[in-house]
Nanobody, 115 residues
């Protein structure tokens, strides 16, 4: 499966941004899809994930109710709605699809939160 992350850009602190992860090559429906991010000089960290099937969602502790992940398997797409963004949310956001122990990464999309 090939992944394409999009929706990044520059946003003011307190604003919102919606990221999308689109898949091609194979249907998304059986994959667990996650978002990670990496800030300059820092390690990549987990942001959110949504499982296949019932769609159980998970979030990093820092999210604190600000983000919402959703999936549309008919469109082969997973979205991450980010609200009340903070400067610390700046980084490159990557999506990852996992199936049977194999991980597939997209190329990342830059989100910059300005003061």
């Amino acid at each position: 499966v090939q992944l394409q992350a999009s929706g990044g850009g520059v946003v003011q602190a307190g604003g919102s941004r919606r990221l999308s992860c689109s898949a091609s090559g194979r249907a998304f429906i059986n994959y667990t899809v996650a978002w990670f991010r990496q800030a300059p000089g820092k390690e990549r960290e987990f942001v959110s994930a949504v499982k296949y099937g019932v769609g159980t969602t998970y979030y990093g502790d820092f999210v604190k109710g600000r983000f919402a992940i959703s999936r549309d398997d008919a469109k082969n797409e997973v979205s991450l709605q980010m609200n009340n963004l903070e400067i610390e949310d700046t980084g490159v956001y990557y999506c990852k699809a996992s199936l049977w122990g194999r991980d597939y990464w997209g190329q990342g999309t830059q989100v910059t939160v300005s003061s």
